[in-house]
């Protein structure tokens, strides 16, 4: 056997790894084990690169193990778990930035070379690589700005955006013509296709409003792990083509899911624009509030939940901007210690990426089998003694149901007002990111707390104990 | 159209239906884990990153080499980091 043979079969080595690894995750007892093995395919990976014979010097190597891995270890202990749709984005960047950059130092390495003119698959490859990476690159780091708060994250539309999309993208489709047609001078072309891609990731990511961050992070996934597979179809590096492939499949079936959980195509959210154009149909906020809001206090829900058989909350973005998760998690202490049965309800597009809720959740120690999907949950609200939602809206605006004219409408939500008391803490009356007033709000059964989340959590921990011993 | 580009091309598709076939059976509770996890693989780039850098070909290569294995390595190394992390939380209880 020679060297080749060894190196391909190591790399299938690591391909089985990483597919073992990914079927670890499917089962929250199997899931560390499945990092870990996903993780030790990356080590046979690297390892087996390493002993190449190309590879001339182990210094630079060395110097970008070390800096890349301290900077990736330290962000990944400091990032704090509501954090962690911002650090996936910007991990999806690197990742994108990163192929952009291989197919580059590829395409130099043969075209400087001697020996034989680079094939047509080489040159799309690496074309497709340096477009996508460089896309993914820019289009993280604007969905990071929108998390992080630094870019708005109202949805933006340019006027003549579409027609400005399409003219780059013919243009970079151009670029690669350029680029296969005269490999001699593929500078001009690559570094074109790239900046061009730059744009592109900017503009595309700008008119995504926040509520339709998950689906943009699936789809950045996606995009990173696709970029990977052109990088590997630049080396011909099979290793490359199945971990790239696989995170492919992986990003796209998010988007899947999170696209039906809002009951719109991906076209639809990538064109943006939700919200904003939503006027036509519907009432305004004074017909569905004017005199049927009734604002209740922390001790008078406190009797409410002394007496509750079973409470079920139901998160939403606002607990995680709050930080409101461990306060959540105290009051389901009291009422677990009084007896009550304590679930929680999770919408797929509740939070700015996909599983946002469970995770902030089990930080604050939640049991993961308390977590219940929408599906499950519903037909369970009937014998529900109270819901209290805090910092959700639209997910659970029955005018999804009713209303066939509202830009909501068909979306899949959680029927809190199936409950025999609903709790809503919010700070006011303003409306969610779909633009539109929520009856729910109003409903006969619904109580508001209007509060910060994490206080009036607080607060109603407290009320709660004093009802308690009372 | 030549061989070795089938091939890389049949490679490429039946992986992307393994990719289907196992992730469409990860709960939602795992999605973020899942996503995280994903990514860190994707970091997979390192194995390109890693020749370009060290072929030594040319001052240019190697510096485009060595700044992507800088990024692909915090991709790799963050990813599968930050996914244990998280996978912790959801492990000490349930």
Redesign the interface.
């Known amino acids: 056997m020679d060297t080749q043979t060894i190196i391909n079969a190591a790399y299938l080595l690591a391909a089985v790894l990483f597919i073992t690894g990914l079927k670890g995750l499917t089962k929250p007892k199997t899931a560390v084990r499945g990092n870990k093995i996903g993780s030790t395919g990356m080590l046979v990976a690297v390892v087996v690169t390493l002993f190449d014979q190309q590879i001339l010097s182990y210094g630079m190597i060395l110097v970008g193990l070390v800096v890349g891995g301290a900077i990736g270890a330290v962000l990944a202990i400091k990032i704090q778990m509501t954090g962690m749709p911002q650090m996936v984005a910007i991990f999806n960047g690197f990742g994108g930035i990163a192929s952009a950059l291989v197919a580059g130092a590829a395409l130099l390495e043969v075209s400087g070379g001697p020996g034989e003119v680079p094939g047509a698959q080489f040159l799309i490859a690496s074309g497709i690589s340096g477009l996508i990476g460089s896309l993914t690159f820019t289009g993280s780091f604007i969905a990071f700005g929108k998390l992080q708060g630094i870019v708005t994250t109202d949805s933006v539309l340019l006027p003549g955006r579409h027609v400005l999309n399409v003219l780059l993208g013919i243009v970079a489709i151009g670029a690669i013509i350029m680029l296969v047609t005269d490999p001699t001078a593929f500078a001009v072309p690559y570094l074109a296709i790239c900046l061009l891609a730059f744009v592109l990731g900017v503009l595309l990511t700008i008119p995504i409003g926040g509520a339709d961050m998950p689906v943009v992070i699936s789809l950045l996934n996606s995009y990173s792990g696709l970029a990977a597979a052109a990088t590997g179809f630049v080396l011909s590096n099979n290793g490359l083509i199945i971990a790239g492939s696989l995170v492919g499949a992986a990003g796209i079936i998010l988007t899947q899911i999170m696209c039906k959980a809002m009951n719109r195509s991906l076209l639809n959210v990538l064109i943006g624009g939700f919200g904003g154009e939503a006027g036509g149909a519907g009432s305004s906020a004074d017909d569905v509030y004017g005199g049927k809001v009734t604002t209740s206090s922390p001790e008078e829900i406190a009797m409410v939940l002394e007496d509750a058989q079973r409470v079920v909350f139901v998160p939403g973005y606002g607990m995680a901007v709050a930080q409101a998760q461990h306060g959540v998690k105290q009051l389901a202490n009291v009422l677990e210690k009084q007896g009550t049965d304590v679930l929680y309800a999770i919408h797929p597009v509740a939070g700015r990426m996909p599983g946002h809720m469970n995770v902030l959740l089990a930080e604050a120690d939640v049991p993961y089998d308390q977590l219940i999907d929408m599906e499950e949950i519903n037909p369970m609200f009937a014998e529900t003694d109270v819901a209290i939602v805090i910092g959700a809206n639209d997910v659970v605006n029955p005018v999804a149901k009713t209303d066939p004219k509202s830009p909501i409408a068909g979306m899949p939500i959680l029927d809190v007002d199936d409950a025999r008391t609903v709790v809503v803490i919010k700070r006011s009356l303003s409306p969610g990111f779909a633009g539109i007033p929520n009856p729910l709000f109003a409903a006969d059964n619904t109580l508001m707390l209007f509060a910060d989340a994490k206080a009036g959590i607080q607060d109603m921990v407290t009320a709660l104990k004093e009802t308690i011993d009372a | 159209m ?1 061989q ?2 089938i091939l ?1 091309l049949t ?3 039946l ?6 076939e ?37 001052p ?3 510096a ?31």
Not at chain 2, 15 to 20: D, H, Q, W
Not at chain 2, 27 to 39: K, Q, R
Request: net charge positive.
């Open positions: 030549s070795p580009f890389s490679i490429f598709v992986a992307v239906y393994v990719g289907f196992i992730i469409t059976k990860v709960p939602p509770t795992l999605h973020t884990p899942l996503m995280s996890g994903a990514n860190a693989i994707s970091g997979i780039t390192i194995v390109g990153a890693l020749l370009s850098a060290g072929l030594g070909f040319s240019l290569t190697t485009l080499g060595l700044m992507a294995l800088i990024f692909a390595t915090i991709n790799v190394v963050g990813g599968f980091m930050v996914t244990h992390r998280m996978l912790g939380m959801f492990q000490k209880k349930g």
